[in-house]
């Protein structure tokens, strides 16, 4: 990332609206990547001379900038330009899809294209297309996400971007699902946690999902779900070395609710930190935290 040959590392995230860029930097994140979304592209190279001086402290940042900075997207390929000249190392990771699979994206979630005031959904992400060619070409490292799924865009994102000190290690993946829309096919072990108390019946949190403070705050509140974890924590301290002695480098842990939004998605964000404190390499996935409840 930094001057003088650092091994360090700076990633600017970037591409079309609606192609993956707030899954990439989660992911990244889980890696151990220092995460900044939508920081103006005038204050990179500031910013970057400020991790400089962390003294290792902070040696692994990724950065989303895209259209929604406005008028200060225009100042990105200045930034950039910028970083080279001060020395600073870094790599553009430019996310793609196609227009269909963009369109279907902006149904399921129901947001709006930051471009779409201006026209309809097709028309926006063409011209966002065209204000973005020249970023494109600047790319070190192109996806095109159309047709990934999240464990597949996740696996290139690690490939690319995971340290090997990551990959050697035993990697966890947690996936908080909904039981209504089918089983992770992937996973190695499925959890079951549609006996907590649910927040989908108290009426101020229904709307909401389980990375939310308040929401997590109700489900983690119980003494049944403190119990759980206990017990279940123990049960994958005794697993996962016996797992590791068999060769196995990853371990894929479905954690299901009703609808895939509320406990399913709590429980999987507790147990991440919760394997994390005792030095586990930890991936989070919330399949179904979009779709409909």
Partial sequence: MSQNGSKGRFVVITGLSGAGKTQAVRFLEDLGYFCVDNLPPALIPSFAQLCNQSEGRVNRVALVVDIRGGEFFADLSQALDRLDE????????????DVETL???????????PLADRAGIEEAIGSE????????GRATKIIDTSGLTSAQFRDKLVQMFADDRDISRFMISLVSFGFKHGLPIHADLVLDVRFLPNPQYVE????????????CDYVLKWPLTQAFLRRLMGFLEFLIPHYINEG????VIGIGCTGGRHRSVA???RLAGLLRGRRHTVLVE????????
């Avoid at 369109?103 to 294209?113: A, D, F, I, Q, S």
């Avoid at 196995?248 to 371990?251: D, F, N, P, S």
């Avoid at 919330?286 to 409840?293: N, S, V």
């Fill in 86 to 97: 001060m020395g600073f190392i870094h790599q553009i990771l430019f996310l793609e899809a």
């Fill in 248 to 251: 196995k480098t990853q371990l």
């Fill in 129 to 136: 297309k065209r204000l973005l060619e020249h970023i494109r």
């Fill in 204 to 215: 101020s949190l229904k709307a909401r999902d389980g990375r939310e403070r308040d929401v």
């Fill in 267 to 269: 429980i999987a964000e």
């Fill in 103 to 113: 369109v279907r994206r902006y149904k399921e979630t129901r947001r709006r294209h």
């Fill in 286 to 293: 919330h399949r179904d935290i979009e779709k409909p409840a």
